[in-house]
């Protein structure tokens, strides 16, 4: 994949901080592959889409309500 190099920076830079940042780039990354599972198949059943769909949605909720708070 041939991206820009201030985006390939800015990736690697993620991925290299704390713990906290790869949780945040993964749950980015699973929400965005739920969503794109569920735009793009053309799904007979019902089940596989919703799951999906409140996978996308559990996954970011979740870790919103753990998120750090800032102390400034």
């Known amino acids: 994949m041939c991206l820009r190099k201030g985006v ?5 830079s993620l991925v290299r901080r704390g713990r906290w ?5 993964g749950r980015a990354a699973l929400t965005t592959l739920c969503a ?3 735009s793009q198949i053309p799904w007979t059943g019902r ?5 999906l769909f ?5 996954v ?12 400034r």
């Open 47 to 51: 089940s596989v889409p919703e799951f």
């Open 8 to 12: 390939q920076l800015n990736i690697r």
């Open 21 to 25: 940042a790869r949780i945040v780039l």
């Open 60 to 71: 970011p909720l979740s870790t919103m309500v753990y998120d750090p708070r800032k102390t």
């Open 54 to 58: 409140w996978t996308g949605v559990v």
């Open 36 to 38: 794109l599972l569920t």
